[in-house]
């Protein structure tokens, strides 16, 4: 565990107290949906024996969550967030104790901190994404990188309703940031938001060519950040 991410004392008083936690998935977790991951950290807070607030009036009681944004099936990732309500405060780093022991194979607690009682959502205030892509880029992949991004216009197909319609984005405005590292790892910082999200996957097949093999590539969500209306970044 990375230790307890710093706190916001503002609206912090007794009583009921929400959480951010932030967890990575790797090896077996990655194999996961996005609601079998949810499941799976719904149930690692039960196991935990937090008290936990419950999520309405059911026969099994479950954990109150709000949860990031949703993943790939295939993905691995350092920032999975989800939002955690509990009966009372407990510090930071017993909560990260008990969840840690908790956890499935693949999950780890990579921070947490404690947040006001009225705090913007996670799907409210993340709009960036960023990912490293490791797989066997070509020799001659700095410069298709760099007709990639000097095109005016990225078009990307996706298609909806089991292929009943064709959705159509232009991604060069939500790339942020397109750089290779290392000749084997592409770093990618990616804007999305309501009809304007495009996959990693899509934009490897612009930069590879459509017969491009992508199926052995690894892509990892290494952040999710807020973008302010200046540009700036931040952790949510």
């Not at 077996?28 to 607030?53: C, D, K, N």
């Not at 404690?114 to 990912?131: G, M, T």
């Not at 790892?185 to 017969?211: C, D, H």
Request: hydrophobic letters at 40%; a positive charge; charged letters at 30%.
């Amino acid at each position: 565990m990375r230790g307890a991410m710093p706190s916001s004392e503002r609206g912090l008083d007794a009583g009921p107290a929400r959480y951010r936690v932030r967890v990575s998935r790797q090896g077996p977790a990655g194999a996961l949906t996005h609601l079998a991951q949810i499941e799976a950290l719904r149930s690692a807070v039960v196991r935990s024996g937090l008290p936990f607030v419950p999520d309405g009036k059911r026969k099994r009681p479950r954990p109150r969550i709000s949860f990031g944004p949703a993943i790939s099936v295939g993905y691995e990732s350092l920032a999975e967030y989800f939002d955690l309500e509990l009966a009372g405060p407990l510090s930071p780093e017993d909560i990260a104790r008990r969840l840690s022991g908790a956890m499935e194979q693949g999950f780890a607690v990579q921070g947490l901190r404690r947040i006001p009682a009225f705090f913007p959502s996670l799907d409210a205030s993340i709009n960036i994404v960023r990912y490293e892509i490791r797989g066997p880029f070509p020799p001659d992949c700095p410069a298709r990188l760099s007709r990639l991004l000097g095109r005016a216009e990225i078009p990307i197909e996706k298609i909806k309703d089991g292929g009943a319609r064709i959705e159509r984005v232009d991604a060069r405005p939500l790339i942020r940031e397109a750089v290779l590292e290392e000749p084997g790892r592409l770093g990618l910082t990616l804007r999305f938001g309501p009809k304007r999200t495009v996959k990693p996957e899509a934009l490897l097949r612009e930069l590879l060519g459509p017969e491009a093999l992508i199926e052995g590539f690894l892509i990892i969500r290494r952040e999710l950040l807020s973008e302010t209306s200046s540009g700036e970044l931040m952790t949510p």
